[in-house]
């Protein structure tokens, strides 16, 4: 059995800077100088791992410490990072609060509009349904006006044919009256021709004079007669026709004021809806005015806290801006002071951590 060697693989190497420690790339293919520090990686400001590296170093060294930075540089950067801490904070609280006003705001805004709408709305149904009954009011009544003119035109049809057959009645009595007096001819002519025989031929020519005169009268009598009935007849069917119209006439009028009793009783519902959406709407306007007060109370409390959050984030500014400014003075002297001997670098940096920190000790040339 062959037992194979375990490969050792050795531990990547990583950046000599101690904010860095990434891991470095491996040698060129033609080997060489392994990485110290990363070859490309660059800083705020334009400085490279190993410019931050030698600056480290030099402030290690300028404060006497191979460690830790000295107790003075650790305070100025717990004073920064409670200086952020406290600006994060009420910035936090102020959006926290900011964002529960304004969403509480739009949701009662979006109620009330909502709320608005809805009582518009249903008062323009209450008009459109108003207009409505209004409208069959009006056709409803042109209805009956048409319906009582057609009454009126059945009873002048009426009257016509009443008119009608009395002028056939009369026509009959003249010509019954007609008739008897050519009776009455008849007989006296017969009793004159058998008293005068020389008149006879006379009286037989006037007779005949008379049978075609009542022949006449009896053909104008029979058609008289025919119009009589034509006319009683047409007067009965008038009549019929008028009490039919009297009766649809009754019957629309029953329907007529059954709808518009409808109507006006639906015109009352609809004005006491109209009253109830109208009150309502008042209601929700009032109670809206209301929220809207409390609103703004409460948006002005939450400025009187906005207010006070910007004082307190303004004294951190300036806390913090101080801070910065001593980090910033340390930074640079230590940065400028690469190749520098320890003894200045560390007389520079007691001066700024000690002194007032707004001017920098001057280089040595």
Not at 198 to 209: L, T, Y
Not at 294 to 306: H, I, N, S, Y
Not at 308 to 321: C, F, K, N, P, W
Request: hydrophobic content about 40%.
């Amino acid at each position: 059995m062959v037992e194979y060697a375990e490969e050792q693989t050795p531990e990547q190497a990583r950046c000599g800077f101690r904010k860095c420690r990434e891991p470095l790339p491996p040698p060129g293919p033609r080997g060489g100088r392994p990485y110290e520090f990363c070859p490309d990686r660059t800083w705020p400001g334009g400085k490279s791992c190993k410019q931050l590296a030698a600056a480290e170093q030099a402030l290690r060294e300028a404060l006497g410490d191979e460690g830790v930075p000295s107790a003075a540089l650790t305070d100025a950067g717990q004073a920064f990072d409670q200086a952020a801490s406290a600006l994060t904070g009420p910035l936090r609280t102020l959006s926290n609060a900011l964002d529960a006003v304004t969403a509480h705001l739009r949701d009662e805004i979006a109620t009330a509009v909502g709320q608005a709408d809805a009582a518009h709305e249903a008062a323009a149904e209450a008009d459109r349904q108003r207009d409505a009954a209004l409208s069959r009011a009006a056709e409803a009544e042109a209805a009956a006006e048409a319906a009582a003119e057609a009454a009126r035109a059945a009873q002048q049809a009426e009257l016509l044919a009443k008119a009608t057959a009395d002028e056939a009645v009369t026509a009959r009595t003249a010509a019954q009256l007609a008739q008897a007096k050519a009776e009455s001819a008849t007989a006296v002519i017969t009793q004159r021709a058998k008293e005068v025989t020389e008149e006879a031929e006379e009286q037989r020519a006037r007779a005949d004079k008379l049978a075609a005169t009542l022949a006449a009268r009896g053909e104008e009598l029979a058609t008289r007669t025919a119009e009589r009935d034509a006319a009683r007849t047409a007067l009965a069917e008038s009549d019929e026709r008028r009490k039919t119209w009297e009766r649809l006439l009754e019957t629309q009028k029953r329907e007529l004021t059954a709808e518009v009793d409808a109507v006006r009783e639906q015109l009352r519902a609809l004005d006491a809806r109209y009253q109830e959406a109208l009150a309502e709407r008042t209601t929700h306007e009032t109670a809206s005015r209301a929220r809207l007060a409390d609103v703004q109370a409460e948006l002005t409390a939450t400025r009187g806290q906005l207010a006070a959050a910007q004082q307190q984030i303004t004294e951190s500014l300036v806390s913090r801006d101080q801070a910065a400014k001593t980090l910033a003075l340390i930074r640079h002297r230590a940065l400028a002071a690469t190749e520098e001997p320890s003894t200045a670098l560390r007389q520079d940096l007691l001066t700024i951590l000690l002194g007032d920190g707004d001017t920098a000790p001057k280089s040595p040339e």
